[in-house]
Nanobody, 125 residues
């Protein structure tokens, strides 16, 4: 069982930046595609970025392209989501999720086997 822990959320003004982290104390994230999803109350969970397990290829939803960047630090067993130029519409709970040997070919949450508990991101002045 892979246990994921997100951190780095918080309150930021519009136009600001945050960096989220996804880590695990046990297991090796390098073997997993890591997707970042977000969800507002009453809405479906939406995938925003993904980094593949094999060659580190990244994929982004159109709404965050050019503003969000996901990366890995295998030495630290951590995946990051760098968010810039944040907008109020980016306010959500953000989750990381893991897909063993995944290639980020689908945004369907069912493709991801393990999930973190989520971290709140609030963009407001």
């Amino acid at each position: 069982q892979l246990q994921l822990v997100e951190s780095g959320g918080g309150l930021v003004q519009p136009g600001g930046s945050l960096r989220l982290s996804c880590a695990t104390a046990h297991g090796t994230l390098e073997y997993y595609a890591i997707g970042w999803f977000r969800q507002a109350p009453g809405k479906e969970r939406e995938g925003v970025s993904c980094i593949s397990s094999t060659d580190g290829t990244t994929t982004y939803k159109d709404s965050v392209k050019g503003r969000f960047t996901t990366s890995r630090d295998n030495a630290k067993n951590t995946v990051y989501l760098q968010m810039t130029s944040l907008k109020p519409d980016d306010t959500d709970v953000y989750y990381c999720a893991a897909d063993l040997w995944g290639s980020c070919t689908s945004w369907d949450p069912k493709e991801f086997d393990f999930w973190g508990q989520g971290t709140q991101v609030t963009v407001s002045s």
